[in-house]
């Protein structure tokens, strides 16, 4: 190989590996935003925080900072301070929709429970028409009225005037249903309906007697 032809090979290798190189450096300045581009971003990501009234408390002094030294010429030392304080604005932005999330679910949850009792108390009956084959237990068992047979005695209560013997009803007869019922009151009740002991059919029962006096 001539000494001509050697020189010719080195000058493309040189120019290639300068070719790459610089095509190397080009891509990765790019990718770099400027301190200026930099500012700018923190500036808006911090606007987005104040509107969602959730502002850093030092994130508007990065940014000024920053500008200072953008002005002083520290292109490096403006682009690092810029970077934080976006990142700051950023984090803001996300623990402010967060918390709004949360409230949103929170507020839903409470309209969900309330919905759900409005219609639990708007399923109840305040009265009910006895029908052959009803008695006081197999009433109180019945979802509308208190979902719970042991109750019974709340609507014997109520109905004292109308019921002589807790045992003995009539169709056609229309009892009131007590919705308001204290707990202590619920709980004599189903005291009550668990003690009574013995009874019979046309009797007034002494137990039934002692819980109307209560």
Not at 64 to 70: G, M, N
Not at 84 to 100: D, G, P
Not at 181 to 195: F, R
Request: charged share 25%; proline share 2%.
């Amino acid at each position: 190989m001539t000494m001509r032809t050697t020189a010719r090979l080195l000058s493309v290798a040189l120019l290639s590996l300068g070719l790459i190189t610089g095509c190397a450096s080009t891509e990765e300045a790019a990718d770099t935003p400027s301190a200026a581009q930099a500012i700018s971003d923190a500036k808006a990501a911090n606007a987005e925080a104040k509107a969602l009234n959730n502002e850093w408390r030092d994130t508007g002094k990065l940014i000024e900072d920053a500008e200072k030294k953008l002005a002083d010429g520290d292109e490096a030392g403006a682009l690092a301070l810029a970077n934080e304080a976006k990142a700051q604005a950023e984090n803001a932005i996300a623990q402010a929709n967060l918390e709004n999330q949360k409230f949103l679910n929170s507020t839903a949850n409470e309209a969900a429970s309330a919905s759900s009792s409005s219609r639990g108390a708007a399923g109840r009956v305040s009265s009910y028409s006895v029908v052959r084959g009803d008695n006081l237990w197999s009433i109180s068992g019945k979802d509308e009225v208190y979902a719970d047979p042991y109750q019974w005695p709340l609507i014997y209560k109520t109905n004292r005037d109308k019921i002589k013997d807790a045992d003995l009803i009539y169709p056609g007869q229309v009892l009131d249903v007590d919705q308001n019922a204290s707990a202590s009151e619920i709980d004599a009740a189903v005291n009550h309906a668990k003690t009574r002991g013995a009874w019979s059919l046309g009797d007034t029962e002494q137990s039934d007697r002692d819980y109307l006096a209560k």
